[in-house]
């Protein structure tokens, strides 16, 4: 294979891994937008408790990985369900910026305490795969992005089976369409968003304790948050499939864009996407039919 | 006479103070079809809506089969056996007819959540038997033709009926209808009266229903009350109610 190709097949292997990672974490943002109406801007932050908590446990404890992996998701689908228990719920029937304004504080909040406890130095840990690789035709994949792959399509797969067979997954659907008919077909709806809360919650987890590896655990992943934006608004607002096809494309245009165009395109890449598409085509590409039912 | 199905006593609602309903006392006899009648702004849909929990009464008492319903949560009604459809439609617009009416079982029983997620042989069985309930209902609304479609394409007319079929999924004791005949042509409301009439007949629900076309209240009704101002004004008979003078006088506003 010609050193050009093999340099593009890796890149694009890293395009996904990363991409992977903005798609669940887009995945778990839209999920929560769709059934509660509110865009929570704290997501990325509660990646940044989790990945930090992670680190706590693996790097300062000992804590084998999965282990960790396992306790910092039920972390954070507790915090997650008591932020919204506690807080977010309170604002349910206000004006969608009010939404905004409170996630946008709860994520300072969030990232304030991160810096208090754990101290603002960025920090590392080690991985199963951490320097490990594997030769495909020459080729060779850093094994953590080849799990990373296999965990977020194992992720998606299983949240497809939970939303369309089981009881709990209809109710979320049903909702997040008429909370009203929700309720009176016996759905507890308080209760079911603020799990849907736990769930975004969860996934944020799982989205910050493997991109830690492939970045540093820092206040600074938070910003993931706008690169997840970015992909909701160009897969399609308010559709998952969108949500995780927008995902994969900004990672991928984000790796290309750090080879092969001058330097810095590549952190601006995400936004000149988000940008164009709103230009272009403001409903996405799998986007639903703008406007609201009035 | 029997004790009554559901009983409102002294039953008000005030937001701020503006008063929709005081003192309106009222009581559902099991198996009779009631009217609920009167002029716009009496508080007929918010005396359903106080029924069925989506607004909290400001003072009075609700029974229900003697369950206080003032105490019971707005996702409990469903299970208590109250069902209800609204005067603007209040469907899962995205999804198809056969899905809204599957939601309508969603108070029964539907397995381990293990066995939801795997879908194992006694989930599938449970599963046959809600959708042979929904099925019946589709036959008996005649929606088979509409059974996959998407609620968001539907005529108004269809849409009123998949909500009452999604309400006789339930499988209510109690049935409220707020204005089931509002927007349907003469012929949708002479097929609503036939449906009203089984339902009480046949499936043996109870049923209240807020109206404005006296021809669908004539037609089906045992009782009509006529509320004015958030309180009980008449009742009795049809022809009772249309010949009493202080109706007349809330209607033409004398």
Redesign the interface.
């Known amino acids: 294979m010609s050193p050009e190709l093999a340099l593009f097949a890796q890149i694009t292997m890293n395009g996904i891994a990363v991409g992977a990672i903005y798609a669940l974490i887009a995945l778990g943002i839209v999920l929560i937008y769709k059934a509660t109406e509110v865009l929570n801007f704290a997501h990325g932050d509660i990646l940044v408790l989790g990945a930090f908590i992670a680190w706590a446990l693996i790097a300062l404890m000992g804590l084998p990985f999965w282990a960790a992996l396992l306790i910092v998701m039920a972390l954070m689908g507790a915090f997650a369900y008591g932020l919204d228990a506690l807080v977010i719920r309170r604002i349910a029937g206000q004006p969608q910026f009010s939404g905004v304004m409170l996630t946008i504080a709860l994520a300072f909040m969030i990232r304030g305490l991160v810096s208090m406890i754990f101290g603002p130095e960025s920090q590392s840990y080690r991985t199963p795969w951490s320097g490990q690789s594997t030769q495909v035709f020459g080729v060779s994949f850093a094994n953590i992005e080849l799990v990373i792959m296999g965990v977020v399509l194992a992720i998606t797969l299983g949240l497809w089976l939970f939303f369309r067979n089981t009881r709990l997954g209809v109710a979320m659907q049903a909702s997040s369409q008429n909370q009203l008919a929700a309720y009176l077909n016996g759905v507890q709806v308080k209760r079911v968003n603020s799990l849907v809360f736990a769930l975004g919650g969860a996934t944020a987890a799982v989205a910050g304790v493997f991109l830690a590896p492939i970045a540093l655990v820092d206040t600074a992943l938070w910003l993931v948050t706008l690169k997840a934006l970015a992909a909701i608004v160009l897969g399609g607002f308010g559709s998952i499939p969108g949500a995780i096809l927008g995902g994969l494309l900004i990672g991928l245009i984000e790796q290309y864009a750090g080879v092969y165009l001058p330097h810095g395109f590549k952190d601006i890449a995400a936004y000149l996407v988000l940008i164009g598409v709103l230009i272009l085509r403001p409903r996405g590409i799998l986007g639903e039919a703008h406007g609201r039912r009035v | 006479m029997n004790a009554p199905l559901l009983e409102l006593r002294n039953v008000s609602l005030h937001f701020g103070g503006l008063k929709a309903i005081s003192g309106l006392s009222m009581t559902v006899q099991p198996g009779e079809v009631l009217a609920v009648i009167g002029p716009n702004g009496a508080g007929k849909t918010s005396m359903l809506n106080l029924v069925?929990r989506?607004f909290n009464a400001s003072g009075g008492e609700m029974h229900f089969k003697g369950a206080d319903l003032r105490r019971v949560?707005?996702?409990?009604?469903?299970?208590l056996g109250l069902?209800?459809t609204?005067q603007n439609i209040?469907?899962?617009?995205?999804?198809t007819v056969l899905d809204n009416l599957m939601?309508?079982r969603?108070?029964f029983d539907?397995?381990r959540?293990w066995q939801?997620?795997l879908?194992t042989p006694a989930l599938t069985r449970m599963e046959e038997d809600h959708r042979a309930q929904v099925e019946a209902v589709i036959e008996f609304l005649e929606l088979s033709p509409w059974r996959n479609a998407l609620i968001a394409g539907l005529p108004y007319g269809v849409r009123k009926v998949v909500e009452l079929g999604?309400a006789l999924c339930?499988q209510p004791e109690l049935l409220f209808l707020d204005e089931p005949a509002s927007g349907l042509n003469p012929e949708e409301t002479r097929d609503l009266a036939f449906w009203i009439e089984d339902i009480r007949a046949d499936l043996g629900i109870t049923v209240v229903m807020v109206e404005h076309d006296m021809s669908l209240v004539n037609a089906v009704a045992d009782r009509v009350i006529c509320m004015a101002q958030g309180a009980v004004l008449a009742e009795g008979t049809v022809e009772e109610v249309q010949n009493h003078p202080g109706v007349i006088a809330a209607y033409l506003g004398g």
Request: hydrophobic letters at 35%; proline letters at 3%.
């Open positions: 069925t989506v949560p707005r996702h409990r009604i469903a299970h069902a209800r609204y209040e469907l899962f617009e995205n999804a939601l309508g969603q108070r539907q397995g959540w939801q997620l879908r999604r339930t």
